[in-house]
């Protein structure tokens, strides 16, 4: 019951998470400072008011549309608080059903952290791609910081005894990316090389430069075996949704289509499911 009711607040916080998301998504797109000025309309450039800013419920009220220029207000801007919301929420989930978990344990926030911070970077590329078609560098650079900054955390603590050590502990038995770094690097290069020759051998048309860097660090967080099951989601609901795309009418057989976003719904899939679906892979061939 109790779970429920925090799942319930952070699904809230996570929905003007979101909304704040959709600010940083066009501001570092644009190459303006996100923190500075207040929220306007796209279309006319009005300030809006604190009431206009509440994430989804602004939305209904207005019935899409800006209370000062009636222009419409995208939708895209509510479906990126209403999945920001879910993924907050569905990551608590996660970390308070984790086996051998006693739930919302204080030893629980080191790994929290790291995981919110890799979520919302994940949300930033995947909305930024998705809208504008490129990752932006900063958000690969955080991205490989994160991985990095989590690798040294859990090093010095694990090296140390005492509650240090068994945050260290913890924080492994949640992050297993730190556990055979070799293989997790020969993964990040095999990976990259991969999205590096489509992107190079199709005159930079078939894959982003983005891609290349996106696919290799998150092969890094996966290591080899996940890696694969990440590729192969990756490819599959990609094509899946081009072909869909094009069935509706909604794109051209030639039109671009972004793919940073299959590339992390392939890495959330791997994560998730990703030895399930190993597994089964192997008892079928
Ligand atoms: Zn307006």
């Known amino acids: 019951m109790i779970l429920w009711l925090v799942l319930l607040l952070i699904f809230i916080l996570g929905l003007f998470i979101g909304s704040f998301l959709n600010v940083v ?12 000025g207040r929220s306007y309309c796209e279309l006319c450039k009005h300030t809006l008011e604190p009431k206009d800013l509440v994430p989804v419920f602004s939305y209904l009220r207005l019935k899409g549309k800006c209370r000062y220029c009636n222009g419409k207000i995208p939708l895209m801007l509510s479906v990126v608080e209403l999945t920001t919301g879910l993924a907050f929420a ?19 926030i080191p790994a929290g952290i790291f995981y919110f911070l890799f979520l919302i970077t994940l949300l930033l590329i995947f909305f930024t791609d998705l809208k504008y078609y490129v990752i932006p560098n900063i958000y690969l ?30 924080f492994l038995s949640l992050v297993s990316f730190y556990v055979s770094i070799k293989g997790h690097l020969i993964s990040a290069l095999v990976m990259g090389l991969f999205f590096a020759i489509l992107h190079f051998g ?22 080899s075996v996940l890696s694969i099951v990440m590729w192969f989601v990756s490819f599959f609901t990609g ?4 072909v869909a795309l094009v069935l509706v009418h909604r794109k051209k057989l030639k039109s671009k289509i972004p793919f940073g976003p299959f590339l992390i719904i392939g890495f959330v899939v791997s994560f998730l ?10 008892r079928l061939i």
């Open 202 to 223: 199709s005159n930079k048309k078939a894959m982003g430069e983005g891609d290349i860097y996106l696919s290799a660090i998150l092969a890094l967080f996966l290591g």
């Open 141 to 170: 650079y955080f991205l490989a910081g994160i991985y990095l900054v989590g690798g040294l955390v859990y090093y010095v603590s694990i090296s140390h005894g005492g509650v240090l050590g068994t945050i260290g502990i913890q």
């Open 25 to 36: 998504i066009d501001r570092v797109y644009r190459g303006e400072q996100f923190f500075r």
């Open 273 to 282: 499911f990703g030895s399930v679906l190993f597994d089964l892979y192997l």
């Open 239 to 242: 094509a899946v949704t081009g």
């Open 90 to 108: 569905g990551l608590v989930y996660y970390l308070a059903n984790l086996p051998g978990m006693a739930s919302f344990s204080v030893q629980l």
